[in-house]
């Protein structure tokens, strides 16, 4: 395991920017317990730094992950987040989307969010934002892109779709063979 370079950094909070903004302050400086990103192969891991240097113990061949896989890095140089991520950035989302319980089951088998299953939505979402779904119950499902804005998808017909699907808890099931490799 490596720390992340200055470029990869980069490409890293600027992802983590479009979904949790200023937030990755909160992420990085805990100053309780700190935190770190580290790469191993071309996966991003976020772990306690005391985490991190007892990895440094194993051999990188004999490692196969530690802490919270956040996501990869493709062989172009982008960052493309995991689900695995869902459970750190839905507490410190920007912008967050409550779709109704008819809307859940077909957006947890990789379907886009439509404006008939949303329940309700942050005020002032932009278009093209970082969005975290969440069920009624507040249970984080996923997270997304706005296709429209706050005030445009009011005036949307039901059919019509608010968020674009990046990632959600459904991939636990349908990708459990190559989730972790």
């Known amino acids: 395991m490596r720390p992340l370079t200055e470029e990869e950094t980069k490409v890293v909070f600027e992802k983590l920017a479009n979904y949790i903004g200023r937030n990755i302050a909160l992420l990085v400086s805990n100053p309780t317990v700190p935190h770190v990103f580290r790469v191993q192969k071309d996966r991003v891991y976020y772990m306690p ?23 990869k890095f493709t062989k172009t140089g982008k960052f493309r987040l995991h689900i695995t991520s869902l459970s750190t950035l839905a507490p410190l989302a920007k912008y967050k989307v409550w779709i109704k319980a ?80």
Do not use: W
């Open 49 to 71: 730094d005391s985490i991190a240097k007892f990895a440094t113990s194993v051999a990188r061949k004999n490692l196969m992950s530690v802490g919270i896989c956040f996501g």
């Open 102 to 181: 008819n809307g859940e089951m077909p957006f947890l088998y990789g379907n886009h969010v439509l404006k008939a299953h949303i329940g309700k939505m942050s005020d002032d979402i932009p278009e093209h934002a970082g969005v975290i779904v969440f069920g009624m119950n507040d249970t984080p499902l996923g997270f997304g892109v706005s296709a429209k804005s706050t005030i445009e998808a009011r005036n949307l017909q039901p059919t019509a779709i608010v968020v674009f699907r990046q990632g959600d808890i459904g991939e636990y099931l349908r990708d459990e063979d190559t989730l972790f490799t």
